[in-house]
């Protein structure tokens, strides 16, 4: 495994625990703030919009039934800000009963906030391989003269 | 026929199903997905653009083919 970016110095497994606690963190730690700030608006935004349209009750680890929500372990994708939200979803969810699985809202909020897990491992994947396999400094001052001349 | 695709929009108005939360979802996959593969935010809107279109298209075709088959047989 590779521990530490040979350019920046900057540690691809620090940035991927970061962009797992922190949506977006890994992209900010590795230097990257405009894509560490994308990410954490869309990531942390489809959160929040799935807890407004499902009503608060989309992120819970256990159903009615105490099984293991499955969709809960693909937001888990988003980490911290899933951890910090689940037990005020899940407090809402046993105040609204039974009712709250019947409604169609709340399953679109549930997928709301699924997606945002999933692309946040994405958004882990990017912060990591960045760090770890980075480009050919040929390629990227290719690159910049291409920049330059347009 | 016209009277078929008249129909096919009138029920996806009409439907139960809050399926226009979908379009945001998407949008914001779209985006989120190309920010990985390009570093420029021009590129990045261009190719986010194109997918989220794709997506929506791809999905409108497959929804009326649905449609069409629910209908005739």
Same mark, same amino acid.
């Given at each position: ?27 900010? $730690? ?70 709250? $699985?019947?409604?169609r809202y709340?399953e679109v909020?549930?997928l $709301? ?14 912060? $990591? ?22 | 026929m016209v009277e078929t695709v008249r129909h096919f929009f009138e029920h996806l108005l009409t439907l139960s199903n809050p399926f226009w939360l979908y379009y945001p979802l998407c949008a ?24 989220f279109l794709s997506v929506t298209v791809g999905i409108f075709i497959l929804a009326a083919v649905f449609y069409a088959m629910n209908r005739f047989f």
């Amino acid at each position: 495994m590779i521990d530490r970016s040979p350019e920046s110095g900057a540690s691809p497994v620090a940035a991927l625990v970061l962009a797992w606690a922190i949506p977006g963190a890994g992209h900010a $730690y590795a230097g990257r703030w405009g894509k560490g700030a994308l990410f954490f608006g869309c990531i942390v935004g489809l959160l929040a919009a799935g807890m407004i349209i499902g009503g608060g009750t989309v992120i819970v680890h256990r159903d009615a039934q105490e099984h293991l929500e499955l969709w809960w372990l693909a937001q888990m994708g988003a980490g911290g800000a899933t951890l910090a939200l689940t037990p005020i979803s899940e407090e809402l969810a046993r105040r609204g009963g039974q009712a709250i $699985y019947a409604n169609r809202y709340r399953e679109v909020g549930t997928l $709301y906030a699924a997606v945002a897990g999933f692309l946040n491992v994405l958004v882990m994947m990017d912060a $990591y391989v960045k760090l770890a396999f980075p480009r050919d400094k040929r390629e990227e001052e290719e690159e910049t003269k291409k920049k330059e001349a347009s | 026929m016209v009277e078929t695709v008249r129909h096919f929009f009138e029920h996806l108005l009409t439907l139960s199903n809050p399926f226009w939360l979908y379009y945001p979802l998407c949008a914001v996959a779209a985006v989120v997905y190309k920010a990985t593969k390009f570093d420029d935010p021009r590129q990045i809107a261009r190719a986010a653009l194109h997918f989220f279109l794709s997506v929506t298209v791809g999905i409108f075709i497959l929804a009326a083919v649905f449609y069409a088959m629910n209908r005739f047989f």
